[in-house]
């Protein structure tokens, strides 16, 4: 009998002749498969329909409900070698209340050159890509209209991200500047070339914190494994590794409070200051200054939302001259495209208005809050024998010097004295070290810090660490410097003898015993709570904090200046144009003070 497919089957309506009874049946059984078949086809498609609705719905209260805000990435604690590939989960984090309060994991290795390895801001703030390139307003996210009280500005959606609570980085995005291996990384590539008389390959190690010190006995007894030792300009490589791990980065430089350029400025200066070849002392400042004009985020506000640090003294950076050989330092500083930046140095120019000091690194970079209140405990509590000590050195060649007349005064008082003389180089300069010279501090209630070969100097942070009240002999080593770090009070932390009393013989141990038991135990408190501020610590496996430490203090000031400047010029307000001359005036004005009213220091700055 013959058998027929569907599309052979009659499709006429007519009865099908007596004889053809079979072909009936055949045709009524593929008219019901038909029809089954049409209605599995409609079951199916509303059960997808179903399900599609049911994630829609989901993802709709997932970015609008609880769920919503920025995730961050968080590596494992014990982060692997550079060579291996991070392990990584992505965690909902709330919203921060200051700098302190969140920390972020550690970077993948390979972000040297400052690549967020984070979501992107945009990623975190706006939806997901819709096909047709038009974003869509969503909770959270700084848009069109958030951003329109702040007009057409380049830098309107960081001020929206500011004003906007539910963005837990709102107000406090960084965006890294990539720039080319040979302004960063490759010097710590090639570490042997930038010093002829100090091991830099060493310096480099651990981000910059140099050799773990093991803290045995002795001075750092106790410490943990916090203490390295660390070189006082090795604050461009610590201050790159810390950016890296800032849990604020973005990829968007739209949002950006504040634009970091990571460009190693001491590195690169110290490998040519010696030398006589002024050129390359300038090279690379000036290819800096050429890519970043040449960059839309320079364009925004023409570099004066942008900062970098140089881990060395503003007068290795301000060279004046392009024809004396001798003449010390580059132009880094001069130059016009820096001189809309904000620079952080180790020791700042108190007649310039684009550099800010930060403090120099010491050997103490604690891995947990438990390390730093352990070791703001232990200075607290110790017996100190001597009511001062000093290490340095006579400088008879120095006229501006007083450490001679300290020298004399201290050995002529070995009862109240502790004297460690240093050497000027070589391996056995015992201030070079940092056990030796926190036993020193920790062996007396007040430490002399005169200048040296520069205004600022590494043992001023060394002696707030050991719990050692400082006393200073120029305004220009601390209270003009470090206004963002110290008390605007400096009595309430430190002893000031100007130098001219030093050199008309003034005796310095009795200006100290003149200071009340009283007094002395609230400098000593505050001095012991400053040291949170003065230190750089060891991020790579603190996840949470309850401290700021110099870094978060240096990061906000930044932000608060670059933000302070852009509401102005977004509201109208004429900027407050201030006169270099008086920029070590400023941090001290008092509410209805002007720079041009008299100061007791006016003549050591005139």
Known sequence: MKRHNAGELPLSSAPAPAGDGIERVAEDKMDKYDKGRIRCSRLCFLFALAATVSILARHCYDARGGNAGVVRIEAVRAPPPPSVHHERKIVPIARRESLASDRSPSAPADAVDGASWKPSASESAQPADNGDKTPTKEKGSPSASHGSKYGGHPFARALAAADNKDDLCGGQYIYVQHLPARFNKDMVHNCDRLSPWTDMCRCTTNG???????????????????????????????????????????????????????????????????????????????????????????????????????????????????????????????????????????????????????????????????????????????????????????????????????????????????????????????????????????????????????????????????????VFFHPSSAYVQYSWFLPKSHADYSVYIPEEDVRKNASVEERLRKVSPEMLRAMRDTVVGLIPSVTYSDMTSRLETTVKDAFDIAVAAVINKVTKLRRGIAEGRPEEEKQERYSWKYPLLEEGQKPEDPHEWDPLFN
């Open 208 to 470: 910059g914190f140099g050799p773990l010190l093991r803290g045995g006995k002795g001075a750092l007894q106790g410490a943990g494994t916090g203490w390295y030792d660390t070189d006082e300009h090795a604050l461009d490589i610590i201050f790159h590794e810390r950016i890296k791990r800032y849990e604020c980065l973005t990829d968007d430089p739209s949002l950006a409070a504040a634009v970091f350029v990571p460009f190693y400025a001491g590195l690169d200066v110290a490998r040519h200051l010696w030398g006589n070849n002024v050129s390359a002392r300038d090279e690379l400042a000036l290819d800096l200054a050429g890519l970043l004009a040449e960059r839309p985020e320079w364009c925004a506000m023409g570099g004066r939302d942008h900062f970098f640090v140089a881990g060395r003294t503003t007068w290795d950076f301000r060279r004046k001259a392009d024809g004396g050989q001798s003449e010390w330092g580059s132009k880094l500083l001069n130059l016009p495209a820096a001189r809309n930046m904000t620079a952080l140095v180790v020791g700042a120019s108190p007649w310039h208005l684009n550099d800010v000091a930060v403090p120099y690194p010491t050997a103490f970079h604690p891995a947990s809050d438990e390390d730093l209140f352990f070791w703001q405990d232990r200075v607290r509590a110790l017996n100190r024998t001597y009511l001062f000590s000093f290490a340095g050195i006579a400088r008879p060649g120095d006229a501006r010097s007083i450490e001679g007349h300290l020298v004399d005064q201290c050995k002529a008082s070995p009862t109240a004295c502790s004297l460690m003389e240093c050497s000027t180089t070589g391996p056995d300069n015992k201030c070079e070290s940092p056990a030796t010279v926190m036993e020193l501090f920790q062996s007396s209630t007040f430490c002399l810090l005169p200048r040296g070969g520069t205004d600022t100097r590494r043992p001023a942070f060394d002696a707030v660490l050991a719990g050692c009240i400082p």
